[in-house]
């Protein structure tokens, strides 16, 4: 059972009014809101501090944010994405960080009311996802290149982590089309439409911490087919697709060992969507691969919305429970991105590369996990709040193009900088 608490705030800074030239700011201009936020029922408010409330404009872009606890919120008329984020401290004396979400939100009456689910953050113990490179690059004829995809994982821990049996997914539904799912299962499951997991018995691939794990399309060297991206013969694992397209033939490289296939939508290749319209994660599965793919099985109905009409429709893909979800990124780019396809407890944002649909700017670039702060011993831990928009710099220069020094892209030069996280240079 979850808590419902109302949380109006007491405004930090005065908001500006985006009015014209012949108007002014006055409190006129404002609505009221209420914040009603449902907590997780293990949860004591009168253990919650430093809470705050985020009000982002989605039409200027402009923030306004609210102090809790409060007295009342006053806003200018829009659509918001709201944000909340508080800290709160177990019973064990831990502190445990709180967020809460809710997208595109109508403010337009006095009377608002919001609602939004709060979910506890509670860090990892397991690999994150460091790294998505699903842009591509190009060949010289400004033709895009297929193969050079790849995904990084990373061990944020301080021990030994096992990628035995972790699985790499990407999800059914796009983040630029939102669609009535029935019945919707987002707060207990992912739809996914590919599955490829890291073999082992348990403890065969151990991974240091500070280490990485790379996942590539196609593991050889893609300069020899275009001069313009790189090699991933070091990959770790490759993902594999028998086909049955002779026009789409993969490429199983003699280097670099496949990953176990459990299931994709495609009788051809998989590629990670290319403009990233996708949430892309990493699973351990509890049941093995027959039970999984028997007892799975999601089917759900929507409605296509047409200038000939409007047509039932239903479709089915695999389920996976959020609670065998490790890591998630949601990736779209700003012009098209309507909804995130995960739960909020999983994703309360999403990185992007480009910044409306088909941007050529997006080839040679990634989004890369934001560098939080150096061990002792050098090692890099990287951001993990579960808010992609906060933990990923988007739209940067891949790790393997920094790290073989290739083109950053058609007519650039060659990468000469190393850095963490696409932003932070890494010393010499």
Known sequence: MKQNIIIPALLISAPVALISCDDEFSDSNLETVDVIVNYPSDINKADITDGFIKFRNISSGQVTEFRYPSSAISILPGIYDVEYDANYTSPEGNLINIKGVARSVEVFASGNVIRLDAYCNIATDDLIIAEVFFAGTLQNSGNQYNGDNYIKLYNNTDHIVYADGITLFETKFLTTEKLDYTPDIMDEAVTVQALYTIPGSGKEHPVKPGEYILLADIGIDHRTANPNSFSLEHADWEWYDISTSPNNLDIDSPLVENLDKWYCYTKSIWLLHNR?????????????????????????????????????????????????????????????????????????????????????????????????????????????????????????????????????????????????????????
């Open 276 to 428: 990233g319209f996708k949430a892309f994660g990493i699973a351990r599965i509890p049941v093995d691969r027959e039970t999984y793919l028997k007892d799975y099985w999601y089917t759900y109905y929507y409605e296509l919305v047409t200038n000939a009409g409007t047509f039932p429709m239903s479709q089915s893909s695999y389920r996976l429970p959020n609670d065998w979800v490790v890591d998630v990124v949601n990736c779209s780019v700003e012009a098209e991105w309507q909804w995130n396809v995960t739960s909020p407890k999983l994703d309360m944002g999403w990185a992007y590369c480009g910044t409306i649909d088909k941007d050529k700017t997006r080839y040679f670039h990634a989004v890369r996990r934001k560098l939080l702060y150096l061990r002792k011993d050098g090692t890099p831990v990287f951001k993990d709040t579960n808010n992609s928009t906060e933990d990923f710099n988007s739209h940067v220069t891949p790790s393997e193009i920094e790290l073989q020094h290739t083109i950053t892209g058609l007519g650039q030069e060659n990468s000469k900088i190393i850095t963490y996280d696409g932003v932070t240079p890494i010393a010499e």
